[in-house]
């Protein structure tokens, strides 16, 4: 990447905007330097069962963790939900990813001490941005849209979503991977977010069923804002997770508007085809690991076969691609600010960069459609295996 080693060289294309671009860059650069004496604060609170127990409740934060979820909400209690809520998530990513990579900021400097290995930029926290969206969205959705719900239930998920979204935020603060600018930044953009799409999400839904251009209106929508992702210097793997996210919403789209008006529901929606409670926690359970399963062994085969034919197509036309996965060129031990940090002018950075050229590389465009089939099958393929299975 450069010459020496020991040196992190950015350009943060918020850099291009000139002066005033700078001027950003360094006021957040300053808060999060600022926030050090809380994260100082913080670590002197540590234990080793405080460890385990807030990498745990980063966790809940995590796509591990949101994957299961979606599709335990698609599949078992409230299939619309769960197509919103996965939206949403993927505008929550496109938003904090393209954000950090616009900004380029660096984790906390030592002395904090992290307690997990971070390869991409810092602000804003891409957990406080879901960890807000993700549970604040469930409850007000339930509040909004389920009558049935008694008030003794809306106040137990209130406190819940309270726990879940302060907690996780307070994670990344005590395992020293981001400081308080983070998380206040990543909480407002995710509030902002929330408000819209409250605001917007079941016409959006109703859009994609109703009008024959959907899925071609909103795929064009989904390539401009990958086109104009920003793509820093050096390079992170946020674009590479963001197109994986964007994959699968699109397939969530698709996979809606191909049903029509046809209604898939749930399991709990459907629970009158069951017997008792304790069949339909059984029947739950096979739907889950059913199709898991099979969404990931359709991914395994889209990836295979997405990659024969793009490979094939550009050898039609001439060109030698190649499928390099897309790793972090900035490495945990210098994301936290540092004196190696050194921010690059704009001239130096095109010079490294068009030094650096590469040959044409599929491995985003695979991970796009075998992602977006993966996304196509949980709304569209595997209820219908449920279906035929009976389950």
């Known amino acids: 990447m450069c010459e020496d080693s020991t040196k992190l060289k950015v350009f943060p294309p918020i850099y291009r905007f000139g002066d005033a671009g700078r001027w950003i860059h360094a006021k957040l650069l300053a808060g999060i330097l600022h926030g050090t004496p ?106 909004l849209h389920n009558s049935n719900v008694s008030l003794t239930v809306l106040t137990i998920l209130f406190l819940l979503t309270v726990l879940w979204s302060f907690s996780v935020m307070f994670s990344r603060m005590y395992l020293g991977v981001h400081s308080p600018a983070d998380i206040v930044v990543g909480g407002v953009l995710g509030c902002l977010l929330l408000a819209g799409w409250l605001h917007w999400d079941l016409y959006i839904d109703w859009y994609i069923v109703s009008s024959a251009t959907s899925s071609l209106v909103i795929l064009t929508v989904v390539m401009v804002l990958l086109y104009i992702h920003p793509d820093p210097h050096p390079t992170t793997y946020v674009f590479a997770e963001t197109v994986c996210m964007a994959g699968v919403a699109s397939g969530f789209v698709l996979g809606r508007a191909h049903s029509g008006s046809t209604i898939v529901l749930a399991l709990v929606e459907s629970r009158h085809s069951y017997g008792s409670n304790l069949s339909l926690v059984g029947c739950g359970l096979v739907r889950v690991l059913t199709g898991i399963v099979f969404l990931v062994i359709l991914k395994m085969a889209a990836a295979f076969l997405c990659k024969k034919v793009l490979y094939f197509m550009c050898q039609l036309i001439g060109l030698e691609p190649v499928c390099v996965k897309r790793r972090s060129v900035v490495t945990s031990d210098k994301v936290h600010f540092s004196t190696s940090f050194v921010v690059l002018d704009q001239d130096a950075a095109e010079e490294n960069t068009h030094n650096n050229q590469t040959v044409l590389n599929l491995d985003i465009p695979i991970k796009f459609l075998a992602y977006l089939s993966m996304g196509f099958a949980a709304v569209n393929l595997v209820p219908a295996i449920f279906h035929s299975l009976n389950i």
């Open 38 to 143: 809380v994260l100082l604060h913080i670590q002197s609170l540590r234990t080793p069962r405080l460890n385990m127990m807030m990498k745990m409740v980063s966790f809940l934060g995590e796509e591990e963790f949101y994957t299961p979820l979606v599709a335990a909400i698609v599949w078992l209690l409230d299939a619309r939900l769960g197509r919103l809520v996965t939206m949403l998530m993927a505008l929550g990513f496109y938003l904090a990813g393209a954000t950090k990579n616009f900004l380029c900021l660096p984790r906390p400097p030592s002395p904090v001490v992290p307690l997990e290995r971070c390869s991409d930029w810092a602000l804003p926290s891409h957990h406080a941005v879901l960890s807000v969206n993700v549970p604040w969205y469930i409850w007000f959705y339930t509040y």
